[in-house]
């Protein structure tokens, strides 16, 4: 039974800083690109940030430069590294997996953890 459990979300002042993480497990992590999406109320699921097997990344351009995304394959784990909050990344936040071959067919994904930026 594949798992992804996301941890670490909750409120923040902006210009703070939060870790999530996913913990994933009954996959074979090293062949699964990993990603991190988010929902905010009433708008749609958007890619945040991703990274591949091979270590490659990607950015939406909201985040480049304060948000930072990494694995680690041998504890089956993505973090995603949050700094300089704003209000505007208030949402949910989902841990998805995609295997190497097909990047952009997420097959599994986490339960959502709520990250708030508030004062």
């Known amino acids: 039974q594949v798992q992804l459990v996301e941890s670490g979300g909750g409120l923040v002042q902006p210009g703070g800083s939060l870790r999530l993480s996913c913990a994933a497990s009954g996959i074979i992590f090293s062949t699964y690109g990993m990603a991190w999406f988010r929902r905010n109320f009433g708008k749609p699921l958007d890619l945040v940030a991703r990274?591949?097997?091979?270590?490659?990344?990607t950015y939406a351009d909201s985040v480049k430069g304060r948000f930072i995304i990494s694995r680690d394959n041998a504890e089956n784990t993505v973090d995603l590294q949050m700094n300089s909050l704003k209000p505007e990344d208030t949402a949910d936040y989902y841990c998805?997996?995609?295997?190497?071959?097909?990047?952009?067919?997420?097959?599994?994904w986490g339960q959502g953890i709520q990250v708030t930026v508030s004062s």
């Open positions: 990274i591949n097997g091979d270590g490659t990344t």
């Open positions: 998805a997996a995609a295997r190497n071959d097909e990047p952009f067919k997420y097959d599994y």
